[in-house]
């Protein structure tokens, strides 16, 4: 018999691409027309905080299939992610339920190739840095305000699983 918990969390992993991405947020990725590709900015007028920039490394790599046990999201800012080097990596997101806490049903996977990075939304719920090969790098960015919620992480209340 199957593990239930597998079975009714059991998450396929989908290709990143901006149209399916879209709920969640944008993109990143150079298109090849220029040298340069103005990446959208994250940020509004209206935002307050700090914007900060820094270098993550994460040392293991991720494996299939995936356990997610918390998701994490940021409601005074959104949060960008770019990867250093070719290093294909899984982006999870989902969206919150009526709560406000991440919807088990509405986990989405992507499979993101080594050029693609990712702008979550505010709120967006996701789960941090998942590299597929390490050690790898991540560019991240975000605003800073000083907030005590400025980053909440909310535990399942069961594992999902992402495929392969």
Not at 22 to 29: I, K
Not at 31 to 48: K, M, Q, T, V
Not at 86 to 110: E, N, T
Request: some cysteine.
């Amino acid at each position: 018999m199957r593990n239930p918990v597998t079975v009714t969390h059991a998450i396929e992993l989908e290709p990143l691409t901006a149209s399916a991405f879209e709920p969640f947020g944008r993109v990143v990725a150079h298109d090849g027309a220029g040298r340069r590709f103005h990446i959208p900015s994250a940020y509004s007028p209206a935002d307050e905080g700090r914007p900060v920039i820094w270098i993550a490394r994460v040392e293991d790599a991720s494996t299939l299939p995936l356990e997610i046990r918390a998701l994490e999201r940021h409601p005074h800012s959104p949060q960008t992610f770019i990867p250093r080097g070719d290093h294909p990596h899984i982006v999870v997101v989902a969206k919150s339920d009526a709560s406000g806490a991440p919807d088990p049903a509405s986990i989405r996977a992507f499979l993101a190739q080594g050029h693609q990075g990712v702008v979550y939304a505010r709120n967006c719920w996701h789960l941090g840095f998942t590299p597929l090969a390490a050690p790898c790098e991540f560019v991240v960015t975000m605003l800073e305000t000083g907030q005590p919620d400025e980053t909440i992480v909310h535990p399942l209340a069961r594992p999902a699983f992402v495929n392969g």
